[in-house]
Protein backbone atom coordinates (compact mmCIF):
# COMPACT_ATOMS: atom_id res chain seq x y z
CA UNK A 1 0.00 0.00 0.00
CA UNK A 2 1.04 3.56 -1.00
CA UNK A 3 1.16 6.45 1.40
CA UNK A 4 -0.45 8.20 -1.33
CA UNK A 5 -3.54 5.72 -1.43
CA UNK A 6 -4.18 5.92 2.24
CA UNK A 7 -7.06 8.16 2.41
CA UNK A 8 -8.03 8.60 -1.74
CA UNK A 9 -9.21 11.50 -3.72
CA UNK A 10 -8.74 12.77 -6.96
CA UNK A 11 -8.88 16.62 -8.35
CA UNK A 12 -9.26 17.48 -11.66
CA UNK A 13 -8.73 21.33 -13.14
CA UNK A 14 -9.09 22.34 -16.79
CA UNK A 15 -8.86 25.57 -18.80
CA UNK A 16 -11.52 27.08 -20.42
CA UNK A 17 -12.02 30.82 -22.53
CA UNK A 18 -11.80 33.28 -20.28
CA UNK A 19 -12.64 30.47 -17.48
CA UNK A 20 -11.30 27.60 -15.67
CA UNK A 21 -12.55 25.01 -13.73
CA UNK A 22 -11.48 22.69 -10.72
CA UNK A 23 -13.31 19.79 -9.13
CA UNK A 24 -12.79 17.33 -6.81
CA UNK A 25 -14.84 14.25 -4.92
CA UNK A 26 -15.57 14.62 -1.28
CA UNK A 27 -14.49 11.42 0.04
CA UNK A 28 -12.07 10.97 2.93
CA UNK A 29 -11.19 7.18 3.77
CA UNK A 30 -9.30 4.63 5.49
CA UNK A 31 -7.92 2.53 3.21
CA UNK A 32 -11.20 0.70 2.06
CA UNK A 33 -13.08 2.02 5.01
CA UNK A 34 -14.81 5.82 4.34
CA UNK A 35 -14.83 8.25 7.14
CA UNK A 36 -16.65 11.09 5.81
CA UNK A 37 -18.41 12.50 2.65
CA UNK A 38 -17.80 15.81 3.11
CA UNK A 39 -14.07 16.28 2.94
CA UNK A 40 -13.55 19.15 0.31
CA UNK A 41 -9.99 19.09 -0.86
CA UNK A 42 -10.13 22.62 -2.85
CA UNK A 43 -9.28 25.45 -0.92
CA UNK A 44 -9.41 29.36 -2.13
CA UNK A 45 -6.02 30.90 -2.54
CA UNK A 46 -7.39 34.52 -3.42
CA UNK A 47 -10.59 35.46 -5.04
CA UNK A 48 -9.81 33.78 -8.32
CA UNK A 49 -7.30 31.49 -7.64
CA UNK A 50 -7.65 28.05 -5.97
CA UNK A 51 -5.69 25.01 -4.74
CA UNK A 52 -6.49 21.18 -4.74
CA UNK A 53 -4.51 18.79 -2.66
CA UNK A 54 -5.64 15.16 -3.02
CA UNK A 55 -3.15 13.09 -0.90
CA UNK A 56 -2.46 12.16 2.45
CA UNK A 57 -5.18 13.60 4.65
CA UNK A 58 -3.19 15.42 7.36
CA UNK A 59 -0.96 16.42 4.32
CA UNK A 60 -3.73 18.37 2.95
CA UNK A 61 -4.72 20.19 6.47
CA UNK A 62 -0.65 21.03 7.01
CA UNK A 63 -0.09 22.17 3.81
CA UNK A 64 -3.55 24.32 3.20
CA UNK A 65 -2.37 26.13 6.79
CA UNK A 66 0.95 26.62 5.29
CA UNK A 67 -0.05 27.81 1.98
CA UNK A 68 -2.24 30.76 4.21
CA UNK A 69 0.35 31.45 6.18
CA UNK A 70 2.94 32.25 3.19
CA UNK A 71 -0.40 33.81 0.90
CA UNK A 72 -0.90 36.30 4.08
CA UNK A 73 2.43 36.79 4.36
CA UNK A 74 3.07 37.67 0.88
CA UNK A 75 0.43 39.77 0.80
CA UNK A 76 1.19 42.27 3.54
CA UNK A 77 4.47 42.55 2.08
CA UNK A 78 3.85 42.82 -1.60
CA UNK A 79 0.33 45.12 -0.85
CA UNK A 80 -1.13 42.85 -3.32
CA UNK A 81 -2.81 39.67 -4.34
CA UNK A 82 -0.87 36.55 -5.46
CA UNK A 83 -0.79 35.52 -9.24
CA UNK A 84 -1.42 32.26 -9.93
CA UNK A 85 1.71 32.10 -11.63
CA UNK A 86 3.47 33.22 -8.48
CA UNK A 87 1.69 31.28 -6.45
CA UNK A 88 2.45 27.89 -8.40
CA UNK A 89 6.20 28.67 -7.61
CA UNK A 90 5.17 29.14 -4.31
CA UNK A 91 3.42 26.02 -4.00
CA UNK A 92 6.84 24.06 -5.59
CA UNK A 93 9.46 25.47 -3.18
CA UNK A 94 7.07 24.30 -0.39
CA UNK A 95 7.34 21.22 -1.37
CA UNK A 96 11.10 21.05 -2.31
CA UNK A 97 11.76 22.53 1.11
CA UNK A 98 10.78 18.58 2.07
CA UNK A 99 12.75 16.86 -0.95
CA UNK A 100 13.94 14.20 1.35
CA UNK A 101 11.03 13.19 3.61
CA UNK A 102 7.94 14.71 1.08
CA UNK A 103 4.45 16.13 2.12
CA UNK A 104 2.40 13.41 0.28
CA UNK A 105 0.32 15.55 -1.68
CA UNK A 106 0.22 16.62 -5.54
CA UNK A 107 -1.34 19.72 -5.52
CA UNK A 108 -3.34 20.94 -8.30
CA UNK A 109 -3.51 25.06 -9.18
CA UNK A 110 -6.12 26.51 -11.19
CA UNK A 111 -6.81 30.46 -11.60
CA UNK A 112 -7.78 33.36 -13.73
CA UNK A 113 -4.27 35.83 -13.37
CA UNK A 114 -4.99 40.08 -12.72
CA UNK A 115 -5.56 40.29 -16.85
CA UNK A 116 -8.37 37.34 -16.18
CA UNK A 117 -6.00 34.89 -18.21
CA UNK A 118 -7.03 31.44 -17.79
CA UNK A 119 -4.09 29.43 -15.35
CA UNK A 120 -3.69 26.14 -14.63
CA UNK A 121 -0.67 23.74 -13.01
CA UNK A 122 -0.10 20.75 -11.47
CA UNK A 123 2.67 19.58 -9.04
CA UNK A 124 4.27 16.22 -8.10
CA UNK A 125 4.61 15.52 -4.11
CA UNK A 126 8.37 17.61 -4.51
CA UNK A 127 7.44 20.15 -6.91
CA UNK A 128 8.15 19.47 -10.05
CA UNK A 129 5.07 21.85 -11.91
CA UNK A 130 3.28 21.03 -14.91
CA UNK A 131 2.27 23.73 -17.29
CA UNK A 132 -0.44 22.51 -19.06
CA UNK A 133 -2.55 24.12 -21.87
CA UNK A 134 -5.35 22.01 -21.39
CA UNK A 135 -5.91 20.31 -18.37
CA UNK A 136 -4.88 18.70 -15.23
CA UNK A 137 -5.76 15.58 -12.95
CA UNK A 138 -4.50 14.17 -9.86
CA UNK A 139 -4.90 12.05 -7.10
CA UNK A 140 -5.91 8.21 -7.05
CA UNK A 141 -8.16 8.54 -10.13
CA UNK A 142 -5.51 10.29 -12.12
CA UNK A 143 -5.28 7.58 -14.98
CA UNK A 144 -9.41 7.48 -15.19
CA UNK A 145 -9.76 11.47 -14.94
CA UNK A 146 -6.37 11.28 -18.61
CA UNK A 147 -9.00 8.93 -20.54
CA UNK A 148 -12.03 11.07 -19.69
CA UNK A 149 -10.14 14.16 -20.23
CA UNK A 150 -8.18 13.13 -23.69
CA UNK A 151 -11.77 12.51 -24.83
CA UNK A 152 -13.85 14.94 -23.54
CA UNK A 153 -11.70 18.03 -23.14
CA UNK A 154 -12.06 20.42 -26.36
CA UNK A 155 -10.35 24.01 -26.66
CA UNK A 156 -12.29 27.58 -25.59
CA UNK A 157 -15.40 26.22 -24.03
CA UNK A 158 -17.52 28.69 -22.50
CA UNK A 159 -18.08 28.33 -18.62
CA UNK A 160 -21.15 26.15 -18.49
CA UNK A 161 -19.62 23.98 -21.51
CA UNK A 162 -16.46 23.82 -19.22
CA UNK A 163 -18.76 23.28 -16.23
CA UNK A 164 -20.78 19.86 -17.90
CA UNK A 165 -17.42 18.68 -19.45
CA UNK A 166 -15.59 18.61 -16.24
CA UNK A 167 -18.20 17.30 -14.25
CA UNK A 168 -18.38 14.60 -17.26
CA UNK A 169 -14.85 13.99 -16.57
CA UNK A 170 -14.73 14.09 -13.00
CA UNK A 171 -18.01 11.78 -12.39
CA UNK A 172 -17.26 8.79 -14.73
CA UNK A 173 -13.60 8.54 -13.32
CA UNK A 174 -15.01 8.50 -10.01
CA UNK A 175 -17.37 5.89 -10.86
CA UNK A 176 -14.02 3.86 -11.97
CA UNK A 177 -11.96 4.19 -8.96
CA UNK A 178 -12.75 2.83 -5.47
CA UNK A 179 -10.98 5.55 -3.36
CA UNK A 180 -12.78 8.53 -4.67
CA UNK A 181 -16.11 9.51 -5.11
CA UNK A 182 -18.54 9.94 -2.58
CA UNK A 183 -20.30 13.14 -4.21
CA UNK A 184 -18.03 15.94 -5.55
CA UNK A 185 -17.64 19.90 -6.07
CA UNK A 186 -16.57 21.93 -8.87
CA UNK A 187 -16.14 25.56 -8.71
CA UNK A 188 -15.99 27.37 -12.40
CA UNK A 189 -13.56 30.50 -12.43
CA UNK A 190 -14.79 33.58 -14.88
CA UNK A 191 -13.86 37.18 -14.57
CA UNK A 192 -16.67 38.51 -12.66
CA UNK A 193 -17.78 35.43 -10.35
CA UNK A 194 -16.98 32.21 -9.13
CA UNK A 195 -19.73 29.15 -9.51
CA UNK A 196 -19.61 26.80 -6.87
CA UNK A 197 -21.63 23.65 -7.33
CA UNK A 198 -22.29 20.22 -5.34
CA UNK A 199 -22.06 17.13 -7.70
CA UNK A 200 -25.04 14.61 -7.69
CA UNK A 201 -23.13 11.69 -7.56
CA UNK A 202 -23.16 7.82 -6.90
CA UNK A 203 -22.46 7.23 -2.69
CA UNK A 204 -20.69 3.58 -3.64
CA UNK B 1 18.60 -5.70 -17.85
CA UNK B 2 19.12 -9.59 -18.83
CA UNK B 3 18.89 -11.05 -22.28
CA UNK B 4 15.71 -12.70 -21.01
CA UNK B 5 14.44 -9.99 -20.13
CA UNK B 6 12.88 -11.15 -16.98
CA UNK B 7 13.98 -9.70 -13.49
CA UNK B 8 16.14 -12.00 -11.40
CA UNK B 9 17.55 -13.73 -14.35
CA UNK B 10 20.83 -12.23 -13.54
CA UNK B 11 21.33 -12.10 -10.04
CA UNK B 12 24.39 -12.69 -8.72
CA UNK B 13 26.21 -11.92 -5.83
CA UNK B 14 28.58 -9.46 -6.08
CA UNK B 15 32.09 -10.08 -5.34
CA UNK B 16 34.24 -7.21 -3.10
CA UNK B 17 36.89 -8.02 -5.18
CA UNK B 18 37.37 -9.24 -8.92
CA UNK B 19 39.71 -11.44 -8.28
CA UNK B 20 38.19 -13.06 -5.53
CA UNK B 21 36.20 -16.43 -6.43
CA UNK B 22 32.93 -15.61 -7.38
CA UNK B 23 29.51 -16.93 -4.96
CA UNK B 24 27.00 -19.31 -5.79
CA UNK B 25 24.93 -17.97 -9.23
CA UNK B 26 21.42 -18.08 -8.44
CA UNK B 27 19.15 -18.52 -11.54
CA UNK B 28 15.13 -17.61 -11.55
CA UNK B 29 13.28 -18.64 -14.28
CA UNK B 30 9.88 -16.28 -14.42
CA UNK B 31 7.49 -17.98 -16.67
CA UNK B 32 4.94 -14.90 -17.33
CA UNK B 33 5.73 -11.11 -19.12
CA UNK B 34 3.68 -8.59 -19.95
CA UNK B 35 3.77 -7.26 -23.73
CA UNK B 36 1.30 -4.03 -22.76
CA UNK B 37 -1.57 -2.46 -25.18
CA UNK B 38 -5.05 -2.71 -24.93
CA UNK B 39 -7.99 -3.96 -26.37
CA UNK B 40 -11.58 -3.17 -26.59
CA UNK B 41 -15.06 -3.72 -28.01
CA UNK B 42 -18.55 -2.34 -28.18
CA UNK B 43 -21.64 -4.10 -29.45
CA UNK B 44 -24.61 -2.68 -31.19
CA UNK B 45 -27.67 -4.15 -32.16
CA UNK B 46 -26.71 -6.02 -35.35
CA UNK B 47 -22.82 -5.38 -34.91
CA UNK B 48 -19.93 -5.59 -33.40
CA UNK B 49 -16.35 -3.70 -32.94
CA UNK B 50 -13.31 -5.33 -31.76
CA UNK B 51 -10.43 -3.41 -31.74
CA UNK B 52 -6.86 -2.99 -30.44
CA UNK B 53 -3.48 -1.28 -30.60
CA UNK B 54 -0.74 -3.56 -32.73
CA UNK B 55 2.46 -2.33 -30.68
CA UNK B 56 4.04 -5.31 -28.77
CA UNK B 57 6.25 -3.95 -25.81
CA UNK B 58 8.73 -5.31 -22.70
CA UNK B 59 9.16 -2.92 -20.10
CA UNK B 60 10.29 0.74 -22.04
CA UNK B 61 11.46 -1.80 -25.53
CA UNK B 62 9.32 -1.66 -28.25
CA UNK B 63 8.94 -5.39 -29.90
CA UNK B 64 6.93 -4.81 -32.48
CA UNK B 65 4.68 -2.25 -33.98
CA UNK B 66 2.42 -4.75 -35.75
CA UNK B 67 1.51 -7.33 -34.07
CA UNK B 68 -2.28 -8.28 -34.31
CA UNK B 69 -3.84 -9.03 -31.08
CA UNK B 70 -7.76 -9.43 -32.61
CA UNK B 71 -8.46 -12.99 -34.15
CA UNK B 72 -11.08 -13.90 -36.59
CA UNK B 73 -12.70 -17.03 -35.34
CA UNK B 74 -15.57 -17.44 -37.57
CA UNK B 75 -17.90 -15.40 -39.72
CA UNK B 76 -19.57 -14.56 -35.94
CA UNK B 77 -17.04 -14.30 -33.66
CA UNK B 78 -13.73 -12.75 -33.08
CA UNK B 79 -11.76 -12.59 -30.17
CA UNK B 80 -9.25 -10.14 -28.79
CA UNK B 81 -6.17 -11.06 -26.77
CA UNK B 82 -4.01 -9.14 -24.32
CA UNK B 83 -1.22 -9.86 -21.59
CA UNK B 84 1.44 -12.21 -22.16
CA UNK B 85 1.66 -12.58 -25.90
CA UNK B 86 3.34 -16.25 -25.85
CA UNK B 87 -0.01 -17.47 -23.95
CA UNK B 88 -2.11 -15.44 -26.13
CA UNK B 89 -0.66 -16.98 -29.22
CA UNK B 90 -0.67 -20.39 -27.61
CA UNK B 91 -4.04 -19.95 -26.19
CA UNK B 92 -5.61 -18.81 -29.75
CA UNK B 93 -4.31 -21.80 -31.43
CA UNK B 94 -5.76 -24.24 -28.70
CA UNK B 95 -9.16 -21.81 -29.54
CA UNK B 96 -8.91 -22.63 -33.22
CA UNK B 97 -8.15 -26.42 -32.66
CA UNK B 98 -11.42 -27.19 -30.57
CA UNK B 99 -13.32 -24.90 -33.04
CA UNK B 100 -12.08 -27.71 -35.72
CA UNK B 101 -12.59 -30.39 -33.67
CA UNK B 102 -16.45 -29.07 -32.75
CA UNK B 103 -17.11 -28.43 -36.86
CA UNK B 104 -15.81 -32.15 -37.21
CA UNK B 105 -18.14 -33.35 -34.59
CA UNK B 106 -21.36 -31.03 -35.22
CA UNK B 107 -21.17 -30.17 -39.25
CA UNK B 108 -21.31 -26.27 -38.20
CA UNK B 109 -19.38 -23.35 -36.52
CA UNK B 110 -19.65 -23.11 -32.76
CA UNK B 111 -22.11 -20.21 -31.82
CA UNK B 112 -21.06 -17.76 -29.91
CA UNK B 113 -22.78 -18.04 -25.81
CA UNK B 114 -20.70 -21.79 -26.47
CA UNK B 115 -17.33 -20.15 -27.59
CA UNK B 116 -18.03 -17.73 -24.63
CA UNK B 117 -18.27 -20.96 -22.29
CA UNK B 118 -15.71 -22.96 -24.06
CA UNK B 119 -12.46 -20.00 -23.04
CA UNK B 120 -14.11 -19.98 -19.78
CA UNK B 121 -13.50 -23.59 -19.29
CA UNK B 122 -10.22 -23.81 -21.05
CA UNK B 123 -8.90 -21.20 -19.43
CA UNK B 124 -10.14 -22.36 -15.78
CA UNK B 125 -8.51 -25.47 -16.47
CA UNK B 126 -5.34 -23.79 -16.32
CA UNK B 127 -6.53 -22.82 -12.37
CA UNK B 128 -2.73 -22.63 -10.78
CA UNK B 129 -0.95 -22.17 -13.93
CA UNK B 130 -3.24 -19.32 -15.47
CA UNK B 131 -2.84 -18.23 -19.36
CA UNK B 132 -1.75 -14.64 -18.39
CA UNK B 133 -4.34 -13.56 -20.45
CA UNK B 134 -7.24 -11.15 -20.46
CA UNK B 135 -9.62 -11.97 -23.07
CA UNK B 136 -12.27 -10.49 -25.01
CA UNK B 137 -14.46 -12.46 -27.30
CA UNK B 138 -17.38 -10.09 -29.65
CA UNK B 139 -19.50 -10.63 -32.39
CA UNK B 140 -23.14 -12.43 -33.17
CA UNK B 141 -25.38 -14.59 -31.17
CA UNK B 142 -28.05 -16.72 -32.50
CA UNK B 143 -30.55 -14.31 -32.47
CA UNK B 144 -28.01 -11.98 -34.71
CA UNK B 145 -27.74 -9.37 -32.08
CA UNK B 146 -24.38 -7.94 -31.04
CA UNK B 147 -22.42 -9.20 -28.38
CA UNK B 148 -19.59 -8.83 -26.25
CA UNK B 149 -18.00 -11.51 -23.29
CA UNK B 150 -15.15 -10.47 -20.93
CA UNK B 151 -13.19 -13.21 -19.33
CA UNK B 152 -10.44 -12.88 -16.35
CA UNK B 153 -7.34 -14.86 -16.73
CA UNK B 154 -8.99 -17.73 -15.15
CA UNK B 155 -12.41 -17.82 -16.79
CA UNK B 156 -14.73 -15.64 -14.75
CA UNK B 157 -16.95 -13.99 -17.87
CA UNK B 158 -19.64 -11.51 -18.49
CA UNK B 159 -21.84 -10.49 -21.74
CA UNK B 160 -21.73 -6.61 -21.78
CA UNK B 161 -22.36 -4.09 -23.44
CA UNK B 162 -19.03 -2.45 -23.83
CA UNK B 163 -15.71 -3.63 -21.98
CA UNK B 164 -11.92 -2.00 -22.01
CA UNK B 165 -8.59 -4.39 -21.27
CA UNK B 166 -4.68 -4.22 -21.43
CA UNK B 167 -2.65 -1.47 -20.39
CA UNK B 168 -5.03 1.80 -21.56
CA UNK B 169 -8.28 -0.08 -19.11
CA UNK B 170 -8.44 2.33 -16.82
CA UNK B 171 -8.22 5.24 -19.60
CA UNK B 172 -10.65 3.62 -22.07
CA UNK B 173 -13.09 2.17 -20.18
CA UNK B 174 -14.77 5.18 -17.75
CA UNK B 175 -14.75 6.77 -21.52
CA UNK B 176 -16.96 4.02 -22.67
CA UNK B 177 -18.79 3.73 -19.47
CA UNK B 178 -19.43 7.72 -20.72
CA UNK B 179 -20.01 7.49 -24.56
CA UNK B 180 -21.64 3.75 -24.89
CA UNK B 181 -23.53 3.68 -21.79
CA UNK B 182 -24.29 7.13 -21.04
CA UNK B 183 -23.32 6.94 -17.62
CA UNK B 184 -23.82 10.73 -15.56
CA UNK B 185 -25.94 11.44 -18.30
CA UNK B 186 -29.62 12.52 -17.50
CA UNK B 187 -32.28 13.68 -20.19
CA UNK B 188 -33.27 17.02 -20.90
CA UNK B 189 -36.25 18.59 -22.59
CA UNK B 190 -33.79 19.17 -25.39
CA UNK B 191 -32.00 16.37 -25.64
CA UNK B 192 -33.47 12.35 -24.65
CA UNK B 193 -30.69 10.33 -23.32
CA UNK B 194 -30.55 6.93 -25.47
CA UNK B 195 -30.62 3.38 -24.49
CA UNK B 196 -27.54 1.30 -24.50
CA UNK B 197 -26.53 -0.67 -27.43
CA UNK B 198 -28.75 0.67 -30.24
CA UNK B 199 -25.93 2.95 -31.70
CA UNK B 200 -24.78 3.07 -35.32
CA UNK B 201 -22.07 1.83 -36.61
CA UNK B 202 -20.28 4.88 -37.78
CA UNK B 203 -20.93 6.46 -34.31
CA UNK B 204 -19.70 3.59 -32.21
CA UNK B 205 -16.46 3.64 -34.77
CA UNK B 206 -15.93 7.24 -34.27
CA UNK B 207 -16.17 6.56 -29.94
CA UNK B 208 -13.49 3.43 -30.45
CA UNK B 209 -11.20 5.29 -32.91
CA UNK B 210 -11.47 8.06 -30.43
CA UNK B 211 -10.64 5.98 -27.51
CA UNK B 212 -7.15 4.61 -28.76
CA UNK B 213 -6.28 7.89 -29.67
CA UNK B 214 -6.53 9.44 -25.95
CA UNK B 215 -4.90 6.30 -24.39
CA UNK B 216 -2.01 6.51 -27.62
CA UNK B 217 -1.72 9.97 -26.22
CA UNK B 218 -1.58 9.50 -22.28
CA UNK B 219 -0.18 5.60 -21.79
CA UNK B 220 3.82 4.30 -23.15
CA UNK B 221 2.59 1.30 -24.22
CA UNK B 222 -0.44 2.01 -26.44
CA UNK B 223 0.57 3.25 -29.99
CA UNK B 224 1.73 2.65 -33.63
CA UNK B 225 -1.63 1.07 -35.36
CA UNK B 226 -4.87 0.48 -34.94
CA UNK B 227 -6.99 -2.81 -36.20
CA UNK B 228 -10.79 -2.63 -35.71
CA UNK B 229 -12.43 -5.46 -36.55
CA UNK B 230 -16.07 -5.35 -37.28
CA UNK B 231 -18.59 -8.77 -37.12
CA UNK B 232 -22.17 -7.91 -39.04
CA UNK B 233 -24.19 -10.10 -40.70
CA UNK B 234 -23.52 -10.26 -44.42
CA UNK B 235 -25.62 -8.70 -47.03
CA UNK B 236 -26.66 -11.27 -49.76
CA UNK B 237 -25.59 -10.44 -53.37
CA UNK B 238 -28.24 -8.20 -55.30
CA UNK B 239 -30.16 -7.42 -51.89
CA UNK B 240 -30.85 -3.92 -50.53
CA UNK B 241 -28.23 -3.34 -47.95
CA UNK B 242 -29.89 -3.33 -44.19
CA UNK B 243 -28.86 -2.07 -41.13
CA UNK B 244 -24.97 -2.11 -40.46
CA UNK B 245 -24.54 -4.01 -43.72
CA UNK B 246 -25.13 -0.39 -45.19
CA UNK B 247 -22.73 1.37 -44.13
CA UNK B 248 -20.21 2.36 -46.22
CA UNK B 249 -16.64 2.34 -44.06
CA UNK B 250 -14.67 3.91 -46.83
CA UNK B 251 -17.15 7.01 -46.77
CA UNK B 252 -15.68 7.17 -42.90
CA UNK B 253 -13.92 10.55 -42.51
CA UNK B 254 -11.28 10.29 -40.78
CA UNK B 255 -7.79 12.64 -41.24
CA UNK B 256 -5.53 9.99 -40.96
CA UNK B 257 -5.66 7.07 -43.56
CA UNK B 258 -7.48 4.14 -43.10
CA UNK B 259 -7.64 1.02 -44.92
CA UNK B 260 -10.35 -1.24 -44.77
CA UNK B 261 -10.32 -5.00 -45.78
CA UNK B 262 -12.10 -8.67 -45.19
CA UNK B 263 -10.57 -9.99 -42.73
CA UNK B 264 -9.49 -13.47 -43.11
CA UNK B 265 -8.59 -16.76 -40.86
CA UNK B 266 -11.26 -19.06 -38.98
CA UNK B 267 -11.86 -22.07 -39.27
CA UNK B 268 -15.17 -21.81 -41.45
CA UNK B 269 -15.22 -21.26 -45.06
CA UNK B 270 -15.83 -16.87 -45.02
CA UNK B 271 -19.19 -15.11 -46.39
CA UNK B 272 -17.87 -11.75 -47.96
CA UNK B 273 -18.68 -8.71 -45.68
CA UNK B 274 -19.08 -11.14 -42.34
CA UNK B 275 -16.33 -9.50 -40.96
CA UNK B 276 -14.29 -6.66 -42.12
CA UNK B 277 -10.97 -5.44 -40.65
CA UNK B 278 -9.76 -1.22 -40.64
CA UNK B 279 -6.79 -0.30 -40.00
CA UNK B 280 -4.92 3.28 -39.55
CA UNK B 281 -2.32 4.42 -37.71
CA UNK B 282 -2.08 5.57 -34.08
CA UNK B 283 -0.07 8.80 -33.89
CA UNK B 284 3.87 8.31 -35.55
CA UNK B 285 5.18 11.40 -34.28
Known amino acids: MSIMEYNG ?13 IASDLRLGQQAMTIACNFDKVFPVTEKTYVGLPGLASDVATLKERFRYRVNMYKMKEEREIEPEVFAHLVSSTLYEKRFGPYFIEPVIAGLNSKDEPFIAASDLIGCLNFAKDFVV ?5 DKLFGMAEGLWEPDLGPEELFETVSQILLGALERDALSGWGAVIRIITPDKVIERTLKARMD | MS ?43 DFC ?10 GYNIQTRYKPKVFRLNDKAT ?28 GR ?28 LGGLDEEGKGAVYS ?20 LIQPFLDNQIMFRNQVSTPERQVPTPGQMTLPE ?13 ERHIEVGDGLEIYVVRTPTKLGAQAVGAASVDLAALPSAVPQTVDEAYGGEDEQEDGAVMVIRRDLKLD
Open chain 1, 9 to 21: GSVVAAKGKNCVA
Open chain 1, 138 to 142: SGTAA
Open chain 2, 3 to 45: VLGYPGASVRPAAAHPHQARGPVGHQFSPYDSNGGSIAAVCGS
Open chain 2, 49 to 58: VIASDTRQST
Open chain 2, 79 to 106: LATNGFAADAEAFVSLIRQRLEWYRHAH
Open chain 2, 109 to 136: SMPLHSIARMISTMLYGKRFFPYYVYNI
Open chain 2, 151 to 170: FDPVGSYEREFCRAAGAAQS
Open chain 2, 204 to 216: VLKIVTDSFTSAT
